[in-house]
């Protein structure tokens, strides 16, 4: 499509399409409007006229506090998501947003206060020591901050505050290495407690800490081989106080079947229990994440293995599968994730060992 100026376009059709500038996405992006015409000074018009029309628009002089919005965008979320990511946003307004903006009116907000904030986090935000917040962790507060502001706009007219979304370094993933992959492996065959074969059945499945604590006997199918991940538990935090509560998977794509090597399917049939009982504890009630946690990391040390996150059995399950020749398609069904294209940017990546071997393979024509 060859550019006939600035935000115009030559369409294939024969039409020109211009885009005018109306506001700011979530990440800081411009958001625009798509003019069509079929001439050039048409559409140069229509975009003017597009123009004046959004520099018209009134700005509200509702005198609304982040605060009052915050609390009325937390009343309207509640209705629409998961308690999890309710509990989630409101310890993020409560927390963080409302002690440093909760007095200040929104009509009265500008980029450079919202920026300051954002810094501000960044080099002394947390609530314990005052120590630095992750970029990612700030990109997720102003992200609740902007759906704020987005509600205001559609209740009262108030405009957005432009401001720059914390920059998000990419680090190296990090999975177990062949020799520690080895040392578990072998400890949890050689002490086989239910806990240690739920441990492995990550390690060989990447269910996530809390999927693997809401498994019950009856999603396992003896007869296929497969498990189904119907249920995550999770502990969240309310009002300073915290709960356990027993939700459905992160996203619907989470919701899914996933086959079971054989070894591991014989192993759990000589512990089977009653279908209604959690596989781990055995009872009516699942055992939370963090106790799976702490009897991870005993075993990490009873090991000599450094000290890792629960949640790297799902890196390594997902990277060793990439090395056996997984397509992305299929390990992105396997995970749970919402589209291929996170897990190709998560976890494909091409060693200098695989690089080597393809140039091996480049000869002269000659």
Request: charged share 25%; glycine share 6%; proline share 3%.
């Amino acid at each position: 499509m060859p550019r006939r100026g600035s935000n115009i376009y030559k369409r294939k059709d024969g039409r020109f399409e211009g885009r005018v500038a109306i506001g700011h996405k979530e990440n800081g992006a411009l958001r625009y409007k798509y003019v069509y015409a079929h001439t050039l000074s048409e559409l140069k018009n229509k975009m003017l006229r597009f123009q004046i029309t959004v520099q018209k628009q009134p700005i509200s002089s509702i005198k609304l506090t982040v605060k009052d919005a915050a609390m009325q965008w937390l009343s309207s979320a509640k209705l629409r998501v998961k308690p999890s990511s309710y509990a989630n946003y409101e310890n993020i307004i409560r927390s963080h947003i409302l002690p440093v903006l909760g007095a200040e009116f929104l009509v009265d907000i500008t980029s450079q206060q919202l920026n300051d904030f954002i810094y501000s986090k960044m080099q002394s935000g947390s609530l314990h020591g005052g120590k630095r917040l992750s970029a990612r962790y700030v990109r997720d507060m102003m992200r609740v901050f902007h759906s704020i502001e987005r509600y205001a706009e559609q209740e009262y007219g108030i405009r957005e505050t432009h401001f720059t979304m914390p920059k998000i370094e990419k680090k190296q993933l990090d999975v177990l290495n062949a020799e520690e992959r080895k040392k578990l492996e072998q400890y949890l065959l050689a002490n086989k407690s239910i806990s240690n074969l739920a441990i492995l059945l990550c390690l060989f499945t990447g269910l996530r800490v809390g999927e693997l604590c809401g498994l019950t006997w009856g999603d396992i199918d003896f007869q296929s081989g497969t498990l189904s991940v119907n249920r995550t538990v999770q502990r969240i935090n309310r009002h300073g106080n915290s709960e356990v509560i027993i939700g459905s998977p992160k996203s619907k794509t989470s919701i899914r079947v996933v086959p079971i090597p054989e070894f591991l399917l014989e192993l759990l049939r000589e512990r089977k229990g009653d279908d209604t009982r959690y596989l781990i504890s055995g009872k009516t009630k699942p055992v939370e994440p963090r106790v799976m946690q702490y009897r991870f990391q005993r075993i990490l040390k009873t090991c000599r293995i450094r000290k890792v996150s629960f949640h790297l059995l799902r890196h390594t399950y997902a990277t060793d599968c990439i090395a056996h020749g997984f397509d992305a398609k299929t390990l992105s069904e396997l995970l749970g994730h919402a589209d291929a294209s996170i897990t190709l940017n998560r976890y494909v990546h091409s060693s200098m060992q695989m690089k080597q071997e393809y140039v091996k393979r480049l000869m002269l024509s000659v």
